[in-house]
Structures are given as C-alpha cells and as structure tokens.
C-alpha cells in the first residue's frame, strides 16, 4: 500500500523547508519578543547615566555655591521686643522665663536689582548673582494691652531689629539702617532661632518708653547681596511690595505668590509683586515661635536655559516604541519577501537605537538641545540605513527604514518640545502608527505563511 504524500511532488529538502516555514515565523516572534525584554537593560542604565550626569551638574552647583553664596532668602525687618514671664515653682520662689515677641512691619518695600554672572565647573554651568535691595519699613504704635503683658516686663534694653538672611557669607558691605533719626549698625547673629536659623541684629538705644509706644516708626536700609540662582522675600508687612529687575532672560517666578505684573524680554526681565497680610496665615505681632513665616517666601529663580537632561530623560520614554516598530518593519520584511533576518541584525540595530540616547545626552551637555537631537537623529539613522542597504542590497527597504526612521524621531522631538499638549499628540501619534499597522497586517494570511509553493 502506498503512503499517502500530504504534499505529492515536493523533494525532501522541500518537505524540510516547508515544516521549518510552517515554525519559522512563531519562533521569529517570540525571539523578538525576548529581544525588547533584554533592550529594557540599556533603557535603564541610559536612565541611570542621566541621573549620574544631573548629580555631577548638582555638585558643581553645591561646589560654586558653597565658596561664593547660596540661595537667599531675606525676612524682615522684623521688630524684636524681649520680655519676662514670672511664676513660682512647686517651691513657691520666684522665677522667670524670657520670650521674645516678634512685631512686624505695618508696611515693607524692597526694590532689588540683580546682576547676573556665570560661573563654570568643569563643563557644567552655574548662575550666581550680586544684588543691591533697598529696603524701606514702617511700624505702627504697639497695643501691649492686647497681649496681656505688662510694660515692666519687657527688656527694654534689649530692644532690637532683626533681618534674616539665610547665608550671611552674601553680605558684602557692612550692614546699616536709619531707625526713626538715627543710625545703627548691623551684627551678626539673631536673639533666637525661633522665626529665622541666621541673620543680623542691630539693638536699639530706647530713652523713653513712653514715647517709643506712643509713635510709630521708620526703617531704611541698603543690602549689597550676593546668591546663587534663588533671591525669595518673605512678606512680613501688612502690605509688602517687592520689585526686582534684572538683565537675566530666563527667569522663573516661584514661591507662595506670583508677580501682580511682569515682563521678560531680551533685556532680561522686571516683575512687581503685592502682598497682603490677609493672604498669608500668621498675625503682626506674635510669640517665641508660635508661627513658621517662612512658608510664605517668594521671589525669583535664575533658571539656566539648559533642559537636555529633562527632554533626554524624557526621550527615553519613547525608545521601546522605537524599537519595537523597526523589528516590526524586519519583521514584515521577511514576511513579505521571503528574506531571512539573522538575530544577531537585529541585535545591531538595536543596540544603534539605544546608543541614540547616550549621543544626545553626550551632545547635549555642549550645545542647545535642538542640535544634539539633531546631530544625534542624523548618525543613528544613518549608521542604520546604511548597515540596512547592504543587508537587503537589491531592494528599497533601507529607504523605506530610514524614512520611518526620521518620522518616528521628529515625531517623538515634537512630543519632548510639547509640554502640555505631549500625551494628547503621543496618544494621537500611537493611533496613527497601530492603524497603519492594521491597515498593512490585514491582507496577511498567516496560516499560510509557511507552506512552501508547488513546482
């Protein structure tokens, strides 16, 4: 009897290529598949190299900033008025405990202007600035009585006005200010840590009580300051006006309160703000450290115009979409016109994906995002393109590769250039790229993918 011949006609390497046909394109697939598993690595160590290289940029901020000034922040001036508290212990003496009551300003204006410099580390860059901020206050009369303290236990001797400052190495003139009609200097240190960890005190020689509280009072004074990236206000007057102007060009408005107006253009930048003491949640007057003011700071930051960090970080988000279409593209490839795809291709072209990230990182660090990208997006696809040409010689699929190639990276360099819009046009794009896909798969007859054709 004779066997019956499932494929009649084929030789035996035939029948050989056939069931390996019929196996070929299943095991294709799941060694794709292993292959994005393992391209997740380089992913993230891209990702941990970005994040070495922003640490190396945070140290030589720390490094210029530690010998020269560091961000400031300046309070006051604020009114300091010691006082003591009696009471007998369980053994019926006498004692006393001192507290300070802190008054501040019925109104404050600080007029600033900040100069700008950048200094370098290595091949980092940091914003440091000197600043000249004047400084007018005005105190109201004192209600005592309100506070239930009698007027003979206040330490008047030890009257004082405290400014905080929170790096006092920026100071670079001595410290004066003109309290009512006379002049007093500044020292440093502050009566206490209970508003303010650093600063300057000037004591007040108070010859009458009486009219001390009888009247208000006046402050002025001059601060030469010197910071890195960060010059903030605390708005410690019933009404606080801040004005600052700058030649700086990228400045960023941060804190509790944004400027009422602002401008910025290439002369830099001048922003006005007004505060009042209903918009923050501590009173005038108050006790020892009942309130923490300096949660209501506001100001400035000197941004450096320089986000390759950020934009590379977030490039790197869209690698395994990248990848995953150009196996794709192999993958059809030899689907459709029967040309066989080593792994180890594969592998190359993947590894020169991944190695895109790393150039635009490296390039980054030297020029404007927008050149590294492109100088980045020119030698991946054309290393690729030109590995494809020779692989597929004969054929256009290295045109077609490359063109996919340059869409797929000016597509992903809108999305990082589009902040707010970047999920909407990312999830816009993904769509587009899974409907092509369909539209092309859809004419496939994937069980007969395998089956070899008929002499």
């Keep these: 009897m004779e066997e019956n011949n499932p494929q009649p006609g084929l030789s035996q390497v035939q029948k050989e290529e056939s069931v390996f046909g019929k196996y070929h394109i299943f095991i294709k697939s799941i060694i794709i598949f292993v292959l994005l598993l393992i391209f997740i690595i380089p992913q993230v160590i891209i990702h941990g190299l970005i994040d070495e290289r922003e640490g190396n940029q945070a140290q030589a901020f720390y490094d210029i900033s530690n010998k020269w000034s560091g961000r400031q922040t300046i309070t006051g001036p604020i009114l300091v008025l010691p006082y003591l508290e009696y009471y007998r212990d369980t053994n019926k003496v006498l004692r006393s405990v001192k507290h ?48 239930n303290i009698a007027k003979e236990n206040f330490v008047w001797k030890e009257a ?21 009609n006379a002049n007093y200097q500044f020292n440093p240190g502050v009566v206490a840590r209970d508003i303010f960890e650093s ?5 007040l020689m108070i010859d009458s009580v009486d009219k001390f509280l009888a009247s208000g009072h006046d402050v002025s004074l001059d601060i030469d300051l010197k910071g890195s990236e960060q010059l903030f206000f605390v708005p410690v007057g019933k009404t606080t006006h801040v004005k600052l102007n700058s030649a700086w060009q990228t400045p960023a408005f941060n804190g509790q309160f944004l400027p009422d107006t602002s401008t910025i253009d290439v002369n830099g930048f001048t922003a006005n703000w007004k505060v009042l003491h209903l918009n923050r949640n501590y009173p005038q007057m108050f006790i020892d450290d ?5 949660y209501s700071a506001f100001g400035v930051d000197l941004i450096m115009p320089i986000d390759g960090y950020q934009k590379t970080s977030r490039s790197v988000k869209y690698a395994m979409m990248i990848i995953l279409l150009t196996f794709l593209v192999f993958f059809f490839v030899e689907i459709t016109q029967q040309k066989r795809i080593h792994p180890f291709n594969y ?31 020119v030698m991946t696809v054309g290393a690729i393109t030109y590995f494809i040409y020779y692989l597929f010689k004969g054929t256009r699929v290295y045109a077609a590769i490359g063109g996919m190639l340059t869409l797929l990276y000016g597509f992903m360099f809108v999305i990082i250039q589009l902040e707010s819009y970047a999920l909407l046009i990312g999830s816009l794009g993904l769509f587009l790229v899974m409907f092509a896909i369909m539209n092309y798969t859809r004419k496939i007859d994937w069980y007969n993918l395998g089956k070899a054709k008929n002499k």
Excluded: W
Aim: hydrophobic residues 45%.
């Design 290 to 294: 009942a309130y923490n003011i300096s």
């Design 100 to 147: 300070h009551l802190y008054v501040l300003p019925d109104k404050v204006d600080f007029d600033g202007k900040v100069l700008p410099e950048k200094r370098h580390r290595n091949i980092y860059e940091v914003v440091v600035y000197n600043s000249k901020v004047k400084i007018n206050a005005s105190f109201g009369k004192f209600n005592l009585n309100a506070l």
């Design 160 to 180: 004082s006005v405290v400014l905080g400052l929170s790096d006092m190495r920026g100071i670079k003139e001595k410290l004066e200010m003109r309290f009512d």
């Design 199 to 203: 600063g300057a005190i000037s004591q």
């Design 347 to 377: 592998i190359i072209v993947g590894f020169a994906l991944c190695l895109f990230y790393t150039l635009l990182l490296s390039f980054s660090e030297y020029m404007i995002f927008s050149l590294a990208y492109l100088i980045a997006t």
